[in-house]
């Protein structure tokens, strides 16, 4: 068995989270772990302030265990300098996920939850106040229910956590963006490894506009298998065919949330497009044919 060792900490390196851990469990983890990370600290120095003995701690941060109380996390994110408030509610929303009973969650956090009003970076709020409701189209093709409120929400303080890592990237937009779709394709039901679609077909403007029952069982069938076809795209056509056809926003709004050139936009939605046509209404075959 080979150990792996850090040559920046003494010990054993911090092994990777476990493979069962769910989606809204690593919205909060991810950070924690890069935190601890970007500190510089060992475990066995963390252990010393958190105070949590040091295999818990590793546990903690892989993942390991039972899922941690508030006042756990509490200790080792004031440890870490992390903001507490947007933290809270991502260890919340992953309690609530993992079955955990607003009692336990209640209890959990040791003493009566006082938490200071932690006030997000000025840009940061700014941008979210920019993005939310296009955030919240593209959210609605895909879930329903409070799943879109948890999904923007999740995304927003995500970016709280991490918001200097999203300015240090090549485009903050783009960052933002790729946050928001993994929070909303890991809440998104899958058919054979696809987002569906099915839902959305039933909200289409063609639908809503006909009344007669036959016409609408033939407009539906048209959206499924429309649907069908961009779900299978790749990840940036089948974005830029959402936000332009099923949200309706403009080539210079897909661009800025996508954080995207527009070109780039442009060109995406011209090869999606292509591909849509050529698999709904493929060309005849000529093969064989004598002229």
């Known amino acids: 068995?080979?150990?792996?060792?850090?040559?920046?900490?003494?010990?054993?390196?911090?092994?990777?989270?476990?493979?069962?851990?769910?989606?809204?469990?690593?919205?909060?983890?991810?950070?924690?772990?890069?935190?601890?990370?970007?500190?510089?600290?060992?475990?066995?120095?963390?252990?010393?302030?958190?105070?949590?003995?040091?295999?818990?701690?590793?546990?903690?941060l892989r993942g390991l265990g039972l899922y941690p109380r508030w006042e756990v996390l509490n200790r080792l994110s004031s440890e870490l300098e992390m903001p507490e408030w947007p933290l809270y509610r991502l260890w919340r929303q992953a309690a609530l996920d993992v079955q955990k009973s607003p009692g336990w969650i209640e209890r959990s956090t040791g003493e009566p939850l006082v938490i200071t009003d932690d006030i997000p970076p000025l840009d940061h709020g700014a941008f979210c106040q920019t993005v939310q409701n296009g955030y919240r189209r593209y959210a609605q093709v895909f879930l329903f229910g409070e799943s879109i409120d948890i999904a923007v929400e999740n995304t927003f303080n995500i970016l709280w956590l991490i918001w200097p890592e999203a300015l240090a990237s090549p485009d903050s937009r783009r960052f933002a963006w790729n946050t928001l779709r993994s929070n909303v394709m890991a809440r998104t039901p899958h058919l054979d490894g696809r987002p569906d679609l099915g839902l959305a077909a039933f909200d289409t403007v063609a639908l809503q506009n006909l009344?007669?029952?036959?016409?609408?069982?033939?407009?539906?069938?048209?959206?499924?298998?429309?649907?069908?076809?961009?779900?299978?795209?790749p990840d940036a056509h089948q974005d830029v065919m959402v936000l332009r056809y099923l949200c309706g926003s403009s080539?210079?709004?897909?661009?800025?949330?996508?954080?995207?050139?527009?070109?780039?936009?442009?060109?995406?939605?011209?090869?999606?497009?292509?591909?849509?046509?050529?698999?709904?209404?493929?060309?005849?075959?000529?093969e064989g044919l004598i002229e």
């Open 1 to 60: 068995m080979t150990i792996s060792f850090d040559p920046k900490r003494p010990g054993r390196k911090l092994g990777p989270i476990a493979t069962n851990v769910g989606s809204s469990h690593r919205a909060w983890l991810d950070p924690v772990r890069g935190s601890y990370l970007a500190s510089g600290m060992t475990l066995d120095e963390l252990s010393l302030k958190v105070p949590l003995a040091k295999s818990k701690l590793s546990e903690l």
């Open 211 to 233: 009344t007669n029952t036959t016409e609408r069982t033939a407009q539906l069938a048209e959206s499924l298998q429309l649907f069908r076809v961009i779900s299978g795209l």
């Open 251 to 286: 080539p210079e709004e897909a661009s800025s949330l996508l954080g995207l050139p527009l070109p780039t936009v442009l060109s995406d939605e011209l090869h999606a497009l292509r591909h849509v046509e050529n698999t709904l209404c493929p060309p005849p075959d000529t």
